[in-house]
């Protein structure tokens, strides 16, 4: 069995949460790669309807081993929160594990995440406020702390004296705010760490056995490739690397060992945030899709902006990825339109361009340009089968598989298991 990476191909918020739950029935082994509690997978499934911040979307599935990898940031309220409220639902948590690699999201970050983006006013970047970008940045400057340091006190303490003193610095002295007490602190984090501490082990051993007995293991992702640091709409871009080879770093698994990409992209596209969205409907259209998909965010319940399907930042997704497959959700949502659009190309500047501008001044200027298909205007939540769908929704299909250049395994008509439509074998 095959190591599939599921990555969003889009500004996040695709359905990657469905597409894991419903692959993760027969996988072995589901390991989050990155973000932290700023993403949010909503799951239906035969349990119920849930809402994931950092927890796996494998973990309704018993026989599943759900793995937080090491290129996850943790804020450990939030998760021991999150794995209170799966018991309460009658969901087994037994199986979770987190890397002794993690790092952890501290109270400082949290306050600098407001901070910072209050300092930046009209120019803020649009952070959930998680304090996910702070602690990734301490991971770069080495000064993060990680869920391993939980299981050692002594350690622990004398390395958040060291990193609390400096950030109290900065607290106090650039932002006027309180300084957080180290008592305070360091008591929180060892009771964490008393609760943590059966999940905290090395999982790249976990990793690697499963991958070598010929497990089933999926990679999943968090935001989207569009949202990347490197490749992304930067400085609007999220902290840590959602593209398939942050799969294999997040996950501690050699490049070799990826055998499929999955891309996950919605029939149009939304955005959560500030930063450019070409294709973005500041209409009637648009609140239709925002209204009858109910586009608010997962984690913060912002409206999310939305608009028609970018090929072309689909195509680049495809690209930067290696994708070897996609898969389109919320297909229902265009059921009621006479018409739609997909975006073909770009105007620069009065040229006409066919790829995504590195330069974020660049992409803010690009104008799209729209091929316009006709609608099928009938229900297709009911529908199980690809032949069954409509002869419109089938040349949508096609014609997106042929702007990405990039088969189309997957079509998802509804946020339930059994609404999902397998065009080609996945597996």
Not at 257 to 273: E, F, M
Request: net charge negative.
């Amino acid at each position: 069995m095959p190591v599939i990476a599921i990555v969003g191909a889009q500004w996040g918020d695709e359905g990657k949460g469905k597409v894991v739950d419903m692959l993760a029935q027969q996988a072995r082994m589901v390991v989050r790669f990155s973000g932290g509690d700023n993403a949010g997978h909503s799951v239906v499934n035969p349990s119920g309807e849930f809402k994931l911040h950092l927890i796996p979307s494998g973990i309704f599935n018993a026989g599943v081993a759900c793995i937080i990898g090491n290129g996850v940031v943790i804020n450990p309220k939030v998760l021991i929160g999150e794995i209170d409220n799966l018991n309460e639902l009658g969901v087994d948590t037994s199986h979770l594990f987190i890397s002794d690699r993690a790092h952890l999201i501290m109270p400082y970050h949290l306050l600098l995440d407001g901070l910072e983006e209050e300092a930046l006013g009209g120019k803020a970047i649009g952070t959930t406020r998680k304090g996910v970008g702070p602690a990734f940045a301490d991971k770069a400057a080495r000064l993060g702390i990680r869920a391993g340091d939980l299981l050692d006190k002594e350690a622990l303490k004398e390395r958040l004296s060291a990193v609390l003193d400096y950030k109290n610095v900065i607290l106090t002295k650039v932002y006027g705010a309180k300084p957080l007490s180290l008592d305070e602190v360091y008591s929180q984090y060892c009771q964490y760490g008393e609760r943590l501490a059966p999940c905290i082990r090395e999982t790249t051993i976990m990793v690697d056995e499963a991958v070598s007995r010929g497990e089933l293991v999926i990679l999943e992702g968090a935001q989207g490739a569009l949202l990347d640091p490197d490749f992304g709409t930067y400085p609007y871009t999220t902290s840590s690397s959602p593209l398939a080879a942050g799969s294999c770093l997040g996950a501690g698994l050699g490049p070799t060992r990826l055998d499929r990409v999955l891309g996950v992209y919605k029939a149009y596209c939304t955005r959560v945030g500030s930063g450019p969205m070409p294709t973005e409907l500041n209409d009637q259209t648009g609140e239709l899709i925002r209204e009858r998909a109910h586009e608010y965010g997962t984690t913060t319940g912002r409206p999310r902006r939305c608009g028609w399907l970018d090929a072309v930042a689909a195509r680049f997704s495809r690209r930067i990825n290696g994708l070897t497959g996609a898969v389109i959700t919320r297909l229902d949502i265009l059921d009621v339109l006479p018409s739609f659009k997909i975006c073909v190309g770009y105007e620069l500047d009065g040229q006409k361009i066919d790829y995504f501008p590195g330069n974020i001044a660049a992409l803010a200027r690009c104008k799209p340009i729209y091929e316009e298909l006709p609608g099928w205007q009938a229900p297709t939540t009911d529908i199980r089968s690809y032949e069954q769908l409509p002869m419109e929704a089938r040349q949508y299909v096609a014609r997106v598989e042929e702007l990405i250049s990039c088969p189309v395994n997957l079509i998802c008509v509804g946020p339930g298991r059994e609404q999902a439509i397998e065009k080609t074998p996945i597996l």
